[in-house]
């Protein structure tokens, strides 16, 4: 099981914690645009960072605010209470605009989508060649859920990379580690790994 440390630092600046790039794309065989990711905490709070490439930034017009998510490029957080998900998992689903679609789920793939990630806090912003986005959760919000136990969490890192072709937006998918589906799937076992804390 892939693993990442959640560096400690009093300044609470992801830009001083481990680099994590080993992103793929679990069914596609092509090289990855840079998609990386920092996170540290200072024993409060749990920051992160993710830095993205990417030349053809698709952000759906909708109006609806989970809709506009969902058919947008962006960046995803899961973390679970059990490493078979028998028992409630939780993801942020993360546009550049500062939109989220975010719920609370059972496997395999029942969520309620009226569940609000409580103290998550984060902000996109567009770049040139792609954007970056950081945020914040306090630590007792991921205690209080069950995932963050004895400085250890099961958590899962993942990108939707949308592109534009003449048929339509094409949809991709970028993972941490291949969750072992032949099909496209985040919302299984396979697919988390372990942050942690210093």
């Given at each position: 099981m892939?693993t990442y440390?959640v560096?400690?630092?009093a300044?609470?600046?992801?830009?001083?914690?481990d680099l994590?790039?080993?992103?793929q794309?679990?069914?596609?065989?092509?090289?990855?645009?840079?998609?990386?990711?920092?996170?540290?905490?200072?024993?409060e709070?749990?920051?992160f960072?993710?830095?993205?490439?990417?030349?053809d930034?698709v952000?759906?017009?909708?109006?609806d605010?989970?809709?506009a998510?969902?058919?947008?490029d962006?960046?995803?957080?899961?973390?679970?209470?059990?490493?078979d998900?028998?028992?409630?998992?939780y993801?942020?689903?993360?546009d550049?605009?500062?939109?989220?679609?975010?719920?609370?789920?059972?496997?395999?793939?029942?969520?309620?989508?009226?569940?609000r990630?409580?103290?998550?806090?984060?902000a996109?912003?567009?770049?040139?060649?792609?954007y970056?986005?950081?945020?914040?959760?306090p630590?007792?919000?991921?205690?209080?859920?069950g995932?963050?136990?004895?400085?250890?969490?099961?958590?899962?890192v993942?990108?939707?990379?949308?592109?534009?072709?003449?048929?339509?937006?094409?949809?991709?998918w970028?993972?941490?580690?291949?969750?072992?589906?032949?099909t496209?799937d985040f919302?299984?076992?396979?697919?988390?790994?372990?942050f942690?804390f210093d």
């Amino acid at each position: 099981m892939k693993t990442y440390r959640v560096r400690r630092t009093a300044s609470l600046d992801p830009l001083e914690g481990d680099l994590l790039d080993d992103f793929q794309f679990p069914w596609l065989d092509r090289p990855v645009p840079r998609t990386e990711f920092r996170a540290v905490w200072d024993g409060e709070t749990f920051a992160f960072r993710f830095e993205v490439e990417d030349d053809d930034l698709v952000l759906d017009p909708s109006e609806d605010p989970d809709a506009a998510v969902l058919g947008s490029d962006r960046v995803e957080l899961f973390f679970a209470t059990s490493r078979d998900l028998s028992t409630p998992y939780y993801g942020a689903e993360m546009d550049p605009r500062g939109g989220v679609y975010d719920y609370l789920a059972r496997y395999h793939r029942q969520f309620d989508d009226t569940w609000r990630f409580p103290g998550l806090e984060f902000a996109g912003e567009l770049v040139e060649g792609g954007y970056e986005l950081s945020g914040r959760i306090p630590a007792a919000v991921l205690r209080d859920l069950g995932c963050l136990r004895d400085r250890e969490m099961i958590a899962g890192v993942y990108r939707a990379e949308f592109s534009r072709s003449p048929e339509g937006v094409v949809q991709n998918w970028i993972s941490w580690i291949h969750p072992g589906t032949e099909t496209p799937d985040f919302h299984v076992p396979g697919s988390f790994g372990s942050f942690r804390f210093d």
